[in-house]
Structures are given as structure tokens and as C-alpha cells.
């Protein structure tokens, strides 16, 4: 009898260890965060300086954090350098550890590493192929646009409305010359859209290229009779913008209790950006017009969350088996009752999320005349924000360009991430 009241006690000692070992994310995390929607960027990366002062099951949000950070700061090599360990994590977490799986069993999905929602590992790959066309690597974004591709692959249906990233990779097709694989994945973007108008100018050219002549009618039908006089004129140059916008959506718990001491929980995502402002270009000649595509973050990363929902379920109410026959079989009422309170304290959902990630990513494409090798000055508005571009000179077929609301100005990628903009010639 006295050995098993000492298993008893050593089984609730030790449930009220994990209750305080589980914890919420590190606090270092939360920091960085904190520092980078303050406009602190350059401290959020301070803070984040070691990855061993991270726990190893936040490893995977620790890269996350700081490569977006990093993007945002300009440093893109450096961005490139935390992301790519963020993606080899990625890889590697998919072998799971059998012991933290048991262990999170009986007691909370916080003691497993977090292996990222299907959608923000895809985007892991979204930032690289946005690094790399920013310093100027269009082959290196290439290999990250097929790397998407597997994504995409492995979770249709989650990532469904991810447009923006689609776009981005039919862009990094395109900008190295290859046609086929271009056209491919603008029309698979064309599909998702469910309307092909932001694309109908990219599909009409790469079906001329490509000789499909039934396919340049019916996408010139979805462009306007001046976008087809200027496509006739020939191709030009082209501006591109990658635009963040607000705040990405955070997980919050949820809860259903069965008497006298079950509980079931789980995360959803609430937003904190709930309006979309739509950015606006303009020249000394006002206006300037752009085909766009857009991503809503909270959209796709609601539907990502949907697709493991049957999975989180499953394990869920395998956990609160687990529990409820561990507590039925304790003989000291006493005992019984600590360890299910101690079970009811420690059953809280993983809230983990990649939060620095914003609320909207829209593309913009703004097609140059042929020939164009002067860029006057122009200012985007968004958000109630105006950002200022000082007059510069092309030096490339596609010019580059990443914003996000809080930053007084933006720098075309002339120079790689040197952060200043100088005259090439």
C-alpha cells in the first residue's frame, strides 16, 4: 500500500513539474515581437542573437522570426542564411521523436517541437524567394519556387488561396527564361483566382512564345484594349512590389469541459488586422496602374489549421483517454483528485505561431515602355502611410521592391541589400 501511495505522489509531483515545464512561448520570442511591430527591428534581431537561448521546441519559430526580420531590416543574405536552417528544421522535424510524442500524450502539445502549420512552412519558402530577387539571384529563387512546388504538392487543399506565393513562383519561372514552366504556373494561378484578369498580360505573352495562339485569345478577352496596344508595342521593363500589411492573426485556446474533470482543448486563430487597404502608386503623373495579386494570411492559415483538424482531434481524445484511465486507477481519492486537477491545468492547446508574419502580402506589377532606363520619382500610399522612392535607373529587366506599414521609405533592389541607392553607372 505505502509503494503505491509513493507512485501516486511521485505521479502528481511529477504532472506539476510538467504543468510548469510546459509553459507558454519563450520570452525572448515574445520580445522580438514585440520590438519589431514597435518599429525596433534592429533590436528585435538583438535579442534573437542566439539560438541556444531559445528552447529546442520553439527552434523552428526562432528562425521564423528573426529570417522575417531580417527581410524587413534589408539583410537579406543574412535573412536567406536563418531561413534555409528554418526549411533543413522543417526536413528534419518530419521524423517524429517517438519519446516527445508519448510524453505529449499525457500531458500538453507544448513539450513537442513545433513543426509549423502548412501553410507557414510554405512561406518559409515565400520569404527565400523573395530574398533572393532582392539581392539579385533569380537562379537561387528559382530552386525555392520548386521547393514551394512541393509544398503545394503534399497540402492542396490548405493552401488553396496562398496567391501570392503562387504568383512569386510563376515570377521566379519567368525571370530566368523559363517559358513553359512560366506559363504553367501563371495558369494554375489563373485557376485559383477563379479569374485570370491579374494575369491575362503574362499568360498572353508566354502563349505567343510558346506558340499556343488558341490560348493569346482567350486571355487577351480578359485584358483591356490599351493593355493590348502596349503589349503590342513589345515588352518592357518591370516594377515589382511585395507588400506587407498589418498584423498576421495569433492562435488563442478554446475549451469544452464534461464534468467532473475532462477537458478538451484547442486552438483557433483570431485576427488582428481586419481591414485591407488596397496601395496606391503615383508619379508626377499621377495614378500608376498594376496588375495585383493577394494573399489574406489568416484566411490560409485558418485553412491550414482546418486540414490537420481531424488529426488534432484524434490525438486530442487519445490524450484524455490516457488521462482519465491513468486517474482511475489510483486508489487514494486524495491523489486522484490532485492528478486530475493537475490533468485539467496541463491540457492547454499549442498556441505556438509565427507572428511576425503580416495580415496581407499583395504583388504588384507595373510594366514599363520598352526601353524605360530613367525611373522619375513615385510615392505608394497604403495604410494611411506614404512610402518615397527618389528617382533611379534601371540596370535590370525586373526591379524589386519589399515594403512594410512602419517604414518611411523603400530602396529598389539596384545594389543587392547594400540599403542605400546609388547610381550604377
Not at 503545394?152 to 493552401?159: G, M, R, S, T
Not at 486530475?340 to 509565427?354: L, N, S
Request: with cysteine; aromatic share 10%; charged share 25%.
Amino acid at each position: 500500500m505505502r509503494y503505491r501511495r509513493f507512485k501516486g505522489r511521485l505521479a502528481g509531483g511529477v504532472c506539476l513539474l510538467l504543468v510548469l515545464s510546459a509553459g507558454c512561448a519563450t520570452g525572448k520570442l515574445e520580445l522580438a515581437r514585440q520590438s519589431f511591430y514597435s518599429g525596433r527591428l534592429d533590436y528585435a534581431t538583438t535579442v534573437l542573437d542566439k539560438p541556444s537561448e531559445i528552447s529546442r521546441r520553439d527552434r523552428l519559430l526562432y528562425y521564423m522570426e528573426k529570417g522575417a526580420i531580417l527581410h524587413h531590416l534589408d539583410a537579406y543574405s543574412e535573412s536567406i542564411r536563418v531561413l534555409r536552417a528554418a526549411a533543413d528544421l522543417i526536413d528534419r522535424q518530419e521524423i517524429i521523436s517517438a519519446g516527445r510524442q508519448t510524453g505529449s500524450l499525457v500531458t500538453s502539445e507544448w513539450l513537442t517541437n513545433y513543426k509549423g502549420e502548412y501553410a507557414e512552412r510554405l512561406w518559409v519558402h515565400t520569404y527565400l524567394m523573395m530574398n533572393y530577387l532582392l539581392a539579385s539571384d533569380p537562379e537561387d529563387a528559382l530552386v525555392e519556387a520548386k521547393q514551394a512546388l512541393e509544398v503545394y504538392d503534399a497540402h492542396p487543399e490548405a493552401l488553396e488561396s496562398t496567391y501570392f506565393t503562387r504568383a512569386l513562383i510563376a515570377h521566379c519561372f519567368e525571370a530566368v527564361g523559363e517559358t513553359n514552366g512560366a506559363y504553367i504556373e501563371y495558369k494554375k494561378l489563373a485557376e485559383m483566382l477563379g479569374d485570370p484578369a491579374p494575369v491575362a498580360d503574362k499568360l498572353v505573352m508566354l502563349a505567343r512564345r510558346l506558340g499556343f495562339f488558341d490560348e493569346v485569345e482567350k486571355y487577351a478577352r480578359h485584358l483591356p484594349a490599351e493593355v493590348r496596344r502596349q503589349m503590342d508595342a513589345g515588352i518592357g521593363p518591370e516594377l515589382i512590389f511585395f507588400v506587407s500589411q498589418g498584423r498576421s492573426p495569433v492562435k488563442i485556446p478554446q475549451n469544452i469541459v464534461v464534468p467532473p474533470s475532462i477537458r478538451f482543448s484547442f486552438a483557433t486563430y483570431r485576427e488582428r488586422t481586419r481591414m485591407y487597404h488596397d496601395p496606391v502608386i503615383y508619379s508626377a503623373g499621377g495614378e500608376i496602374s498594376g496588375r495585383r495579386v493577394r494573399t489574406d494570411l489568416a484566411q490560409a492559415l485558418s485553412e491550414s489549421l482546418k486540414e490537420r483538424a481531424a488529426q488534432i482531434i484524434a490525438k486530442e481524445t487519445a490524450r484524455v483517454a490516457v488521462k482519465e484511465a491513468i486517474s482511475q486507477n489510483i486508489e487514494d481519492a486524495f491523489l486522484e483528485a490532485l492528478i486530475r486537477g493537475a490533468f485539467f491545468v496541463m491540457e492547454e492547446p499549442d498556441t505556438r505561431a509565427w507572428e511576425t508574419l503580416p495580415a496581407y502580402w499583395t504583388m504588384i506589377r507595373v510594366p514599363l515602355s520598352p526601353g524605360t532606363e530613367e525611373v522619375p520619382a513615385f510615392t505608394v500610399k497604403n495604410a494611411g502611410r506614404t512610402f518615397n522612392v527618389p528617382e533611379f535607373r534601371l540596370i535590370r529587366q525586373y526591379t524589386y521592391f519589399s515594403l512594410r506599414n512602419g517604414e518611411p521609405d523603400m530602396r529598389p533592389n539596384v545594389l543587392g541589400d547594400t540599403g542605400t541607392i546609388e547610381d550604377p553607372s
